[in-house]
């Protein structure tokens, strides 16, 4: 079955340091989405993304948050400066024709 | 108040019983959706529906639309059914993915 792929699976940062996470969906997909999930928490919507650009967000996904396709294949979600807050773990999914829906494997942050 | 409410929230059974979990939910939708949590935090879609049951394996799943509600069924349960299974639901095809708050089942041999 096709898969989305998610990197790094896990990421360290420092408090006020930029981070990006990598998501390449699958390649017919034209739909992408970014959900978190904060330890013990349900899983919580970012921001959706369509035809290049933000089709919806969050009132999580403020000024801090961005996302861009930059190549056709890689989905990136970019968090210009985190907070201890933004530890959690990050999904990427995308949806094809068939509406089902696939999820990346996640990348695990951690603000210290 | 929550558009997705699932229950139970955790549920422990012995291996080889039935074992049912719901979902209602308060807004229009497109499409149910039904997902495993393994420890891992991997999500892995299990199904997707919009009307009637649909069956994979020991899996299956309902929904009544009217009533707004879905249940997921596992037939002789196994350990390795232990996981979280979230109900989800889409208000329009497309569109983001609002999630239940998950129900943790943990299956004993």
């Known amino acids: 079955e096709p898969e989305v792929t998610q990197t790094p699976s896990h990421q360290v940062t420092q408090m006020g340091q930029e981070v990006i996470l990598r998501c390449v969906p699958i390649?017919?997909?034209?739909?992408f989405y970014w959900y978190r999930q904060i330890l013990g928490q349900k899983v919580e919507f970012l921001v959706s993304?369509?035809?290049?650009?933000?089709?919806?967000k969050s009132e999580i996904f403020d000024d801090q948050f961005s996302v861009e396709r930059p190549d056709g294949s890689n989905f990136t979600l970019k968090i210009r400066s985190t907070k201890l807050e933004d530890s959690a773990m990050y999904f990427c999914?995308?949806?094809?024709?068939?509406?089902?829906?696939?999820f990346g494997s996640g990348t695990q942050l951690s603000v210290l | 108040k929550n558009e997705v409410e699932q229950s139970p929230q955790n549920l422990t059974a012995q291996e080889g019983e039935f074992i049912t979990i719901n979902c209602s939910y308060s807004v229009g939708i497109s499409a149910l959706h039904w997902l495993q949590q393994h420890p891992g935090g991997g999500i892995v879609s299990l199904f997707m529906?919009?009307?009637g049951k649909k069956k994979h394996g020991r899996l299956i799943a309902t929904i009544n639309i009217q009533e707004k509600h879905s249940s997921l069924h596992i037939t002789a349960s196994h350990p390795r059914d232990s996981a979280v299974y979230i109900c989800a639901v889409q208000k329009t095809s497309y569109d983001k993915v609002i999630f239940g708050p998950g129900t943790s089942l943990s299956v004993i041999p």
């Open positions: 390649s017919n997909h034209l739909y």
């Open positions: 993304f369509y035809n290049n650009e933000i089709s919806e």
């Open positions: 529906l919009s009307s």
């Open positions: 999914a995308s949806i094809g024709t068939g509406e089902k829906l696939f």
